[in-house]
């Protein structure tokens, strides 16, 4: 994620905004909580976790799991 993109994205979450990031990396979803310097704390799974920025891209719409898909 660019840096514009993440200062609006984590000023939006100030604002009371609902916000969800997808990691790239391990491809999975959750929602923004706070926002650190390079660091975006998302609530995915019941726990809460820290991902790097740079592994982050913002997700629209809620039509996505906030993990990936299971093979059950």
Avoid: I, Q
Wanted: glycine share 8%; aromatic share 12%; charged share 35%.
């Amino acid at each position: 994620m660019k840096r514009e993109e993440f200062e609006l994205l984590c000023h939006a979450v100030k604002s009371g905004d609902a916000k969800f990031v997808e990691n790239m990396k391990w491809r999975y979803t959750g929602k923004v909580v706070a926002c650190k310097t390079d660091e975006v704390k998302v609530e995915a799974f019941g726990h809460r976790f820290g991902w790097p920025v740079e592994f982050c891209r913002e997700k629209k719409g809620n039509d996505f799991p906030l993990g990936p898909p299971s093979d059950k």
